[in-house]
T-cell receptor, first 114, second 112 residues
Framework: GENVEQHPSTLSVQEGDSAVIKCTYSDSASNYFPWYKQELGKRPQLIIDIRSNVGEKKDQRIAVTLNKTAEHFSLHITETQPEDSAVYFCARNSRPGGSYIPTFGRGTSLIVHP | NAGVTQTPKFRILKIGQSMTLQCAQDMNHNYMYWYRQDPGMGLKLIYYSVGAGITDKGEVPNGYNVSRSTTEDFPLRLELAAPSQTSVYFC???????????FGPGTRLTVT
């Protein structure tokens, strides 16, 4: 299938806590898994991505893990801050007609309470 | 670089009217995309292009048309606007190498 299932749809945490968002997919040919952050009224912006030949990638407080066998990948944010509040989208590339095109999850609204 | 630009920022259309959403990028990217984003939903791919003169349908192409006569521009055409096309439209581009997409600021379209 083409879908990407993203959970949870809403995540509320206290400042300083960790947040984890998970996405599952069903396309073994997917090779690229980005995460985008979208603040209210703004455009989506890439925050981290991972290729299919890597299991984990970290960038300061943000990490992404990929399990290709189980076909799921997750975003981990540690030491959350109020400015992390936004909608986060996962995506993965598929190749239905020869060119890689992305399919997005429905998004997770992260709320970080000060 | 201006990156990816979109015009207009906002538009209200009456049912049955037509309009063109403009998208341009100055990064010499081969790939360009049009998405729509409905409230509480992710991004749905409408059309995409892998280079000048080449376009292809995405997940939700009905009611839309595109053209790609130059590398820089990728306009999206709505011929007979319907209320179901009320949405925020994002254009994006990426280089031929690498997969990161660069998004424009979006166009908020309301059809009444």
């Amino acid at each position: 299938g083409e879908n990407v299932e993203q959970h949870p749809s809403t995540l509320s945490v206290q400042e300083g806590d960790s947040a984890v968002i998970k996405c599952t997919y069903s396309d073994s040919a997917s090779n690229y898994f980005p995460w985008y952050k979208q603040e209210l009224g703004k455009r989506p912006q890439l925050i981290i991505d991972i290729r299919s030949n890597v299991g984990e990638k970290k960038d300061q407080r943000i990490a992404v893990t990929l399990n290709k066998t189980a076909e799921h990948f997750s975003l981990h944010i540690t030491e959350t801050q109020p400015e992390d509040s936004a909608v986060y989208f996962c995506a993965r590339n598929s190749r239905p007609g020869g060119s890689y095109i992305p399919t997005f999850g429905r998004g997770t609204s992260l709320i970080v309470h000060p | 670089n201006a990156g990816v630009t979109q015009t207009p920022k906002f538009r209200i259309l009456k049912i049955g009217q037509s309009m063109t959403l403009q998208c341009a990028q100055d990064m010499n990217h081969n790939y360009m995309y049009w998405y729509r984003q409905d409230p509480g939903m992710g991004l749905k791919l409408i059309y995409y292009s892998v280079g000048a003169g080449i376009t292809d349908k995405g997940e939700v192409p009905n009611g839309y048309n595109v053209s790609r006569s130059t590398t820089e521009d990728f306009p999206l055409r709505l011929e007979l606007a319907a209320p179901s096309q009320t949405s925020v439209y994002f254009c994006a581009s990426r280089p031929g190498t690498g997969y990161e997409q660069y998004f424009g600021p979006g166009t908020r379209l309301t059809v009444t």
